[in-house]
């Protein structure tokens, strides 16, 4: 098993910053790739962004340029770097973790484990 913690959501102003983070523990060593998804109210989840070993990145098109996905090896951690934040982006972000090969764009159904989610509030 493995479980995720975020941490780091909150409310901001549009145009403003945010640094989430997802912290693994247990069995990280059958992770292949992390990702970040997000779900506001009446939605579906939805991808925002995933990396995978070697640095690698994808982005969703609504976030590319403004937000950074990276990774701290030796911490088992991942951040969501969210700069320029519109409040389209007001939502619930899910850190999810996958032992296996995703689909790419990822969907929800490719990740193995989920955190409780963090909440970002964007107002305008």
């Known amino acids: 098993q493995v479980q995720l913690l975020e941490s780091g959501g909150g409310l901001v102003q549009a145009g403003g910053s945010l640094r989430l983070s997802c912290a693994a523990s247990g069995r990280t060593f059958s992770i292949t790739n992390m990702g970040w998804f997000r779900q506001a109210p009446g939605k579906e989840r939805e991808f925002v962004a995933i990396t995978w070993s070697g640095g690698n990145t994808y982005y969703a098109n609504a976030v590319k340029g403004r937000f950074t996905i990276s990774g701290d090896n030796a911490k088992n951690t991942v951040y969501l770097q969210m700069n320029g934040l519109k409040p389209e982006d007001t939502a619930v972000y899910y850190c999810?973790?996958?032992?296996?090969?995703?689909?790419?764009?990822?969907?929800?159904?490719?990740?193995?484990?989920w955190g409780q989610g963090t909440q970002v509030t964007v107002s305008s």
């Open positions: 999810g973790a996958a032992g296996t090969i995703v689909t790419i764009p990822p969907r929800p159904s490719n990740y193995d484990y």
